[in-house]
């Protein structure tokens, strides 16, 4: 098998944000192959992790997925203050005389988004709505090239590394089967308060876990790259907890149009067009909009929202939330079938340089400064004794299962078959064990007694 077909069968996704699946991406010709080291949010360990770790698997696999796309630039990309995992990378580059290169970058938000790490390591921009691949440019995450660099081993993708940080003991780096539950790998962690809640994610674009039910029932995927535990009065849970009348609310008695949003928005400042400070007046007003036209006019830019949080979570002066104003638009878009046309050819801002997000100091306005402890956390394996695994932990369709119930299965065996006619990505078995349940939307595997 050549390499998209080893990647399609290992049911590599991407392991650092929505999942796309990794054969799709690889089925192309680019100029660029870039690799995304930089851990666009705060307190992520992972990708530090196994770039220490992992350096010549990283720089080999690196090389390899560059010669399939025929790329004449592979780059890993990450930031300078990382000296340790710059180092480790750049000694396994010397000792295979590789062409793959790194970019430094400084530390800033959201450096890890792929618009902004594109137009950072090549100077094109991707268009809005667009791809890398429209710029000549296929970008990967770390936790994805290790996935690749077993798919090439006939190893599929079984088990997660991945970071627990926040109000624990100490930050720990886990090796989980995929299906493991959340819970017990915030157990592993030892955490520090008595009542918390969760963030599966970073603490900008994470998905939080509001109640002890949703946390019990989450279970580790293959997008799952980090766990935050935050006590449950925290500022970051309360922000997410506020409903959308009363964000309407406060927008049309407290936004100020001081355009702090906008200005230091980085889709705008890549030349996109979305204006934040416009959309939160024309919120206020959004009844009045009797037709279509007047409606796309007010709100179409929404769609150009990359969700990153900026906005709200360092911009706004008087704590206001145009990133949940923008996903509301879109939805509302997507509801009344509403498409507004898209840039092709945006230009960077001149002034984008100094307009960048600090790392620190965003990390001190999220209110995590004492979590952010700059420390190599050791890392340590779970074997638990069950495992749920989803069906569907990508983007597109969800695989359909090839077993039943009372099977029993090995860990690697391939337990659900991605669907033809989308996007769809193979799911295999974390653990050996029986099926004790399973249905159209994921099983659960308990491991055999000795």
Known sequence: MDLIEQTKAAGVVGAGGAGFPTHIKLAACAEWFIVNAAECEPLIETDKFLCRTYPHEIVETAETVGKALGASHVVIALKEKYKEEISALQNAINNRQSAVRLHSMRPYFPAGDEFVLVEEVTKRVVPEGGLPLQVGAVVDNVGTIMSIFHALKGQPVTDKYLSVVGAVEKPVILHVPVGTSVLECIQ????????????????????????????????????????????????????????????????????????????????????????????????????LMETDEAYLKAFGEAVNCSSCGACEMFSCPMGLSPRQVNAYLKQQLREKQLRPERGSAPAAKTEKDSRRIPTNRLVARLGLSKYDLHINPECRAIAPQSVYIPFLQHIGKSAVPVKQRGDVVTKGELLAMATDGGPSANIHCSISGVIHEINENGALIRGREE
């Open 188 to 287: 592993a962690a030892k955490p520090s308060v008595s009542s918390y809640s969760v963030i599966l994610g970073g603490p900008m674009m994470g998905k939080a876990l509001r109640s002890e039910e949703t946390v019990e029932k989450a279970v580790v995927t293959k997008t799952t790259g980090n766990i935050i535990v935050l006590p449950a009065d925290h500022e970051l849970m309360k922000k997410a907890d506020l409903p959308i009348e009363r964000i309407r609310t406060r927008a049309k008695s407290t936004c100020m149009q001081c355009r702090a949003c906008t200005d230091l928005c980085p889709r705008n400042l890549l030349g996109h067009r979305i204006r934040p400070h416009f959309l939160m007046r024309n919120f206020a007003k959004e009844g």
